[in-house]
């Protein structure tokens, strides 16, 4: 499949590690925000998300945390798996109903 | 439950071909998007419609037409082919772009401009 990964900041971790992917946004006026997972050779997948008024929400293995004061997002994976090798993107609500994407983080996790 | 369907999955074309990309969603959203996405550029917004009948440019919208003529399809259209238009695109749709826009997304397609 085609290789969006050139080029992009890797994470390399061993498996059953707890991973942390950061991601940087730029408006301070963002309500909203997305985590996505892409898979080689697949579309984006939605992984969690967490409004402004929240700083911490979980899922199943997943954490996001949100700070605001430093604008910035943290997707954290707990017991990291093979199959969570992928790149990761943050997404921010920019407003007219679109999303405006970071560049993304590869997460490579080995057995 | 297909969710999200891009036809076709690969093209290739030569400099100055047209060609059209298809994007059904069977989940009744309001919302759908194109997206180019190019190696370690992340994801980029060509054009969107809020809902049928309309469309709007995104952050990269030149070389590229659009139409939304019934709820459940969003075509990509070029016109004219460049290289530079080489990239994988990927349709989205959401059921509210507005306060929980979660976007869901085709396989994508892969295009080559020779």
């Known amino acids: 499949g085609e290789s969006v990964g050139l080029h992009l900041p890797t994470l390399s971790v061993q498996e059953g590690d707890n991973s942390i992917i950061n991601c940087a946004y730029s408006?301070?006026?963002?309500?909203?925000f997305i985590w996505y997972k892409q898979e080689s050779g697949k579309g984006p997948q939605f992984i969690i998300d967490?409004?402004?008024?929240?700083d911490k929400r979980q899922g199943q293995r997943v954490t996001v945390l949100l700070n605001k004061t430093v604008k910035h997002l943290s997707l954290q994976i707990a017991a990291t798996q093979p199959g969570d090798s992928a790149v990761y993107f943050c997404?921010?609500?920019?407003?007219?109903?679109?999303?405006?994407f970071g560049k993304g983080t590869m997460l490579l996790v080995s057995p | 439950n297909a969710g999200v369907t891009q036809t076709p999955k690969f093209r290739v074309l030569k400099t100055g071909q047209s060609m059209t990309l298809l994007c059904a969603q069977d989940?009744?959203?309001?919302?759908m998007y194109w997206y180019r996405q190019d190696p370690g550029m992340g994801l980029r917004l060509i054009h969107y419609?809020?809902?049928?009948?309309?469309?709007a440019k995104g952050e990269v919208p030149d070389g590229y037409n659009v139409s939304r003529l019934k709820k459940q399809n969003f075509l990509l259209g070029l016109e004219s082919a460049a290289p530079s238009q080489t990239s994988v695109y990927f349709c989205?749709?959401?059921?509210?772009?507005?306060?929980?826009?979660?976007?869901?997304f085709g396989a994508g397609t892969r295009l080559s401009v020779l």
């Open positions: 989205a749709s959401s059921y509210d772009g507005l306060a929980k826009n979660i976007q869901y």
């Open positions: 408006n301070s006026a963002s309500d909203y």
């Open positions: 967490i409004r402004s008024n929240m």
């Open positions: 997404a921010e609500n920019s407003g007219y109903s679109t999303l405006t």
């Open positions: 989940m009744n959203h309001e919302y």
């Open positions: 419609s809020v809902g049928e009948g309309t469309t």
